[in-house]
């Protein structure tokens, strides 16, 4: 993912907002299942155009977390 300013204004925001909360957060047993259910069958089957679209929703919200989690971290070191 190409990280844009608009990116880094987004993950800014949500990292200053409470950075030991965004450090803490965890994605829900359920949704860690339905993403793990999706790369498996993505493995042994070519998915549908809309299990793919989820799957490339939840990457992106996983990346967008992790830069929000690497911007708290800094926070917090000030």
Request: charged share 25%; no cysteine.
């Amino acid at each position: 993912m190409l990280v844009t300013s608009a990116t880094t204004e987004i993950v800014d925001f949500i990292a200053s907002a409470n950075p030991n909360r965004i450090l803490e957060f965890k994605a829900s047993e359920q949704t860690k299942q339905r993403v793990f259910q999706l790369i498996d069958k993505s493995k042994k089957l070519r998915l549908n155009e809309a299990e793919q679209a989820e799957l490339d929703h939840y990457f992106l919200l996983e990346h967008l977390l992790r830069l929000a989690k690497i911007k708290a971290f800094q926070l917090l070191q000030v």
